[in-house]
């Protein structure tokens, strides 16, 4: 975690990364009018710094791999339960801070269809006989990080592994823009 006086000079270098990202990546789209041609830009500029700034979320989850389980644990110093390494994940990325249940993050961001998954997006399942009682970040490929239960340590799984297969409940993305920028204060 970085000292609070460099969060937000922190906030504001990622801010502009993203949106030098966004803009490199940006390809022109032939539209009938310049105003289509307008909107289709900046949809893919949206598009692109969210992947930019998800890739991140995704990174950091990865480097927590081996990290113990621990019911309620929300830090790798002393281990991860489900939703406490989807928090750390995103706090420590975006400065953000979810809410902390993987019942409550089931509430937050859009449903996504299976098929429309990217990475960064949050996967839920039902694994303790109720809806979203289990959550993991989307890598991409059918795959998820996540801390499963007590006696492992965080890892990667397919959704189509047995255990999760038949216990998949549905997917949410969170867009990163809107903590990301909101988070900057212009003024400072």
């Known amino acids: 975690m970085l000292p609070a006086f460099l969060q937000r000079p922190a906030r504001a270098l ?8 966004a803009v490199a990546a940006a390809r022109p789209v032939a539209a009938e009018t310049q105003e289509e041609q307008g909107v289709v830009q900046g949809l893919q500029l949206a598009l692109s710094a969210q992947a ?20 309620g644990g929300s830090h790798p110093d002393k281990g991860f339960d489900c939703s406490g390494l989807v928090n750390h994940v995103f706090r420590e990325t975006l400065g953000v801070t979810l809410p902390r249940t993987s019942r409550q993050l089931a509430t937050v961001g859009v449903e996504v269809a299976r098929e429309d998954m990217r990475p960064g997006d949050l996967v839920f399942f039902n694994t303790r006989g109720a809806p979203n009682s289990h959550v993991g970040i989307y890598l991409g490929d059918g795959r998820f990080v996540h801390a499963p239960r007590a006696r492992t340590l965080v890892r990667i799984d397919q959704l189509d592994d047995g255990g999760y297969r038949g216990r998949f409940t549905g997917a949410r993305r969170i867009d990163p823009l809107t903590f990301v920028v909101a988070t900057v204060d212009p003024a400072s």
Not at 14 to 21: C, P, T
């Open 14 to 21: 990622v801010v502009g990364l993203i949106a030098l990202a």
């Open 52 to 71: 930019v700034v998800m890739q991140g979320v995704v990174d950091r989850a990865l480097g927590y791999i081996g990290i113990p389980y621990r019911f």
